[in-house]
């Protein structure tokens, strides 16, 4: 089966999910507050409106991480699951994330926007982020086979029981990989990009970013991705986040 015709039936071409863009466009999100289109609309606020808020560049990378995020703790939590009882862990909910993190993930945040924009102008500074580029390239590659080999693990409609634990394994190391991946880029990369290019630069870079994603989204990809992340957290009921608090530690009153 073909990439774009799996992206159909898993519900998860981002790219072609204009219809469920512009039904967000005009609605307050979930917390109540603007939507990020809203946002990021240009021109003063009608009156009554609130002040939009700018989305810096950085900041759009990293609450991208944040959508990936959420895609990590739904592998971490199928691992765990998957050596607990395999037939608890819904293949489908695992294709859809696996799709989500290929389309969002990797041909966007990846690919359009960290190795044309920002890999190689932190490379030519010197400086710590400089030395992580090579490394963060090769996590990438790596990222795209193990997206590739979920894939096509999740198409059949149970997990093959001499899969489980390889495909367990695979998903923790992958989580362990992108969270440290995505941290380096968050504390190091992102910084010494954005002291790179400066103010004016980074504005117009803030805006070049906008109009890729609604070029490869066509729409707001964000807010899509969100949406998609919450209704596979829903469906596997990963939703209430009050389940990860931690227990106290030993000794606490
Ligand atoms: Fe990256
Ligand atoms: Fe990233």
Not at 38 to 46: R, S
Not at 238 to 250: A, E, G, I, V
Request: net charge negative; glycine share 8%.
């Amino acid at each position: 089966m073909d990439e774009k015709r799996r992206q159909l039936l898993t519900g998860i071409s981002l790219a072609g999910a204009g219809v469920l863009v512009s039904a967000c466009r005009n609605s307050p999100n979930q917390t109540g507050g603007a939507t990020n289109d809203q946002n990021k609309n240009e021109g003063p606020p009608a009156p009554g409106e609130a002040e939009p808020i700018e989305v810096t560049a950085t900041e759009d990378l990293m609450r991208e991480h944040g959508i990936l995020r959420r895609a990590l703790l739904v592998y971490q939590e199928s691992a765990t699951k998957l050596r607990q009882d395999a037939a608890s862990v819904p293949p489908d909910a695992l294709e859809k994330t696996a799709n989500l993190f290929r389309v969002f993930g990797e041909e966007y945040h990846e690919k359009k926007l960290e190795e044309i924009y920002i890999f190689p102008t932190v490379k030519r500074v010197p400086g710590a982020a400089a030395g992580y580029v090579d490394i963060l390239l090769a996590q990438h590659a790596r990222g795209r086979e193990i997206t590739e080999y979920l894939l096509s693990v999740s198409k059949a409609d149970r997990i093959a029981s001499n899969s489980v634990e390889p495909l367990a394994k695979t998903l923790e190391s992958f989580v362990r990989m992108y969270e440290h991946h995505a941290a380096i880029e968050d504390t190091l990369v992102f910084p010494a990009w954005k002291a790179a290019v400066g103010g004016a630069e980074l504005d117009e870079l803030g805006e070049k970013f906008e109009e890729i994603e609604h070029e490869q989204f066509g729409g707001d990809g964000f807010e899509t991705a969100l949406k998609r992340m919450e209704e596979i957290e829903t469906s596997l009921g990963l939703s209430n986040l009050d389940m990860f608090t931690s227990p106290p530690p030993p000794g606490a009153k």
